[in-house]
């Protein structure tokens, strides 16, 4: 951790919290915003879980799926984010755990077939390179790996870390998703408690611009989270055991200032 831009961060991130507040008061859209900082946490730490390799998993290099931090993780938390917000009506508690569900359940079909094309299509066995033995399993790693690579495939702790990650961004998509729907459909004209002084519309068309305007938020939050965690991670990453796990920290400082400031701009959208 650099101590001086983590105190900035943190500074920087009561600075935004407490314009917040100042603006709109101790309503709705003010926890709304500490509901969508949360979100990006939940985003940025489940991004550390999920396993990349990138091009060197490709080539049966390293181990992980052969993609980007951000094209992965983002994946997972779309998918997550397109469930909970089909269930957003059933109540936050529910639509969360839908989301983070939706996720979960996007990594796991993706690492099983990852697993199959790794297996049967490219003839190598799934191999750790940063532990001896699998966390989880106590599977030994040495004796699989290939000369000259860092592990390939992707062993069982990688599996359960991206399918964690899965769920926590997912989760973590669809409670932004959720907390900014509240807010636009408090805000916006013919819903519940209109603000004065803006257009007069029926009901019915203004939820399809509240539904709108929050899930464009929610997956450009999604995106901003994913790619500051890239950053952090700097290439691959395994999962939870590998050593680059212990940067998450910073990862989540940058994402909470990120988060409170996208945040911020798209509650004060409907708020000024």
């Known amino acids: 951790m ?9 500074i920087l991130l009561l600075v935004i919290v407490g314009a917040t507040y100042f603006l709109v008061g101790p309503t709705m859209m003010f926890y709304a915003l500490i509901g969508v900082i949360v979100g990006g946490l939940l985003i940025a730490f489940g991004v550390h879980f999920v396993p990349v390799g990138g091009a060197p998993a490709a080539m049966g290099q390293a181990p992980g799926i052969a993609t980007g931090v951000a094209m992965l993780a983002a994946g997972a938390g779309l998918a997550g984010l397109f469930g909970g917000a089909w269930a957003a009506e059933q109540g936050l508690v529910v639509a969360v755990i839908t989301g983070a569900v939706g996720g979960g359940l996007m990594m796991a079909i993706t690492c099983m077939f990852v697993t199959f094309i790794y297996v049967f299509g490219m003839g ?3 191999a750790s390179g940063k532990v001896a033995k699998d ?7 040495t004796e699989f790996k290939s000369q000259g690579t860092e592990g390939h495939g992707l062993p069982f702790v990688s599996y359960v870390g991206g399918v964690i990650g899965g769920l926590l961004g997912g989760g973590g998509g669809t409670l932004i998703y959720i907390m900014l729907l509240d807010v636009y459909k408090e805000a916006l004209p013919g819903m519940m408690k209109p603000l004065p002084g803006m257009m007069q519309v029926l009901p019915a068309q203004v939820l399809p611009i509240a539904v709108s305007l929050a899930g464009i938020f929610a997956v450009g939050m999604f995106l901003v989270n994913a790619v500051l965690t890239a950053y ?17 920290p910073r990862a989540l400082v940058a994402s909470a200032v990120a988060s409170a400031l996208c945040g911020m701009v798209a509650i004060l959208i409907v708020a000024m």
Request: net charge negative.
């Open 2 to 10: 650099d101590i001086p831009s983590t105190i900035a961060g943190i």
């Open 135 to 141: 966390p989880i399993t106590g599977d030994t790693q």
């Open 124 to 126: 190598i066995p799934c």
């Open 232 to 248: 952090n991670i700097t290439g691959t990453i395994e999962g939870p055991h590998d050593p680059k796990f212990k940067r998450f």
